[in-house]
């Protein structure tokens, strides 16, 4: 028996909340497509980020900073439209929210309005203060993003572990303390000593997400382009690739010129 759309139980804060107090972890992972989208979705990915990443593994640039919100509110419309159950978070790009609340507040709205998602993530900890708050005032989620935050590789001018150093580990601490007590419903921790995310995992209420942070944490993300092996250039130690997708695609397309080549393909009965 087929399930209907309206049958689906969707994914939602309340019920992220709800598995770290049980202690059932999160599944994460990027999508940028409606294609990947759909078979990400009912594979059973509780939430699908539509990331800033796709800058990279999507546009080919070096760096997150230069996708813009018109091209994230397309990636993110294509990812909803694919969606049944997950919950799907979108990414505020470089330049849409840093140092303008009312700027952060306009961006959300356009990507809440004209995508359909069902929340936001933004990277910062006090320095963003203002924003978070004017978006969540209009009743958004948020999601904070701590230690590595690409949008801010020019500052730090390495993807190296952050926060090894006691004093920038406080301040990662203070940070994830004031996100929650400001509303954020989770936070992302990228790239820092494991024991570092599991005291904040177990001093947060709310559900912690590592990249790079560990075991400790409440849930997983990684970008499903490195986990799937269809990008074999990124090699970090937190990653784990469960398929060699490369690999297989470049034999399928290698195969398919040499049946075009020699007049295998189409072969009579895969013509009218």
Avoid: W
Avoid at 196 to 207: D, F, G, S, T, Y
Wanted: contains cysteine.
């Amino acid at each position: 028996m087929s399930v209907h759309k309206s049958d689906v139980k969707k994914v939602t804060t309340h019920q992220l909340q709800n598995m770290k107090e049980r202690g059932e972890k999160i599944s994460m992972l990027t999508a940028y497509d409606y294609s990947m989208a759909t078979i990400l979705d009912a594979a059973g990915v509780d939430v699908l980020l539509v990331g800033d990443s796709a800058s990279n593994v999507m546009a080919g640039h070096e760096t997150t900073l230069p996708i813009t919100l018109d091209q994230m509110i397309y990636h993110a419309s294509s990812v909803v439209r694919g969606v049944n159950r997950a919950f799907v978070v979108v990414d505020l790009p470089f330049g849409s929210y840093q140092g303008n609340s009312s700027e952060a507040l306009r961006s959300t709205i356009r990507i809440m309005k004209e995508s359909g998602a069902h929340g936001i993530k933004l990277e910062g900890g006090a320095e963003i203060k203002e924003s978070i708050v004017r978006i969540l005032s209009a009743g958004v989620p948020v999601m904070g993003h701590l230690g590595l935050t690409p949008q801010s590789i020019y500052k730090f001018g390495t993807y190296t572990v952050r926060a090894k150093e006691e004093a920038e580990a406080q301040k990662l601490i203070d940070d994830a303390l004031l996100l929650q007590e400001l509303g954020c419903f989770s936070i992302v921790l990228e790239k820092i000593p494991s024991e570092l995310a599991k005291r904040v995992a177990e001093k947060l209420q709310i559900p912690i997400i590592g990249i790079g942070a560990g075991p400790h944490v409440d849930g997983q993300v990684l970008v499903v382009h490195d986990m799937l092996g269809i990008n074999k250039e990124f090699k970090p130690r937190f990653l784990r690739r469960y398929a060699d997708l490369h690999t297989i695609m470049t034999d399928a397309v290698q195969n398919y010129v040499k049946d075009v080549k020699s007049k295998d393909f189409p072969n009579e009965k895969e013509a009218y």
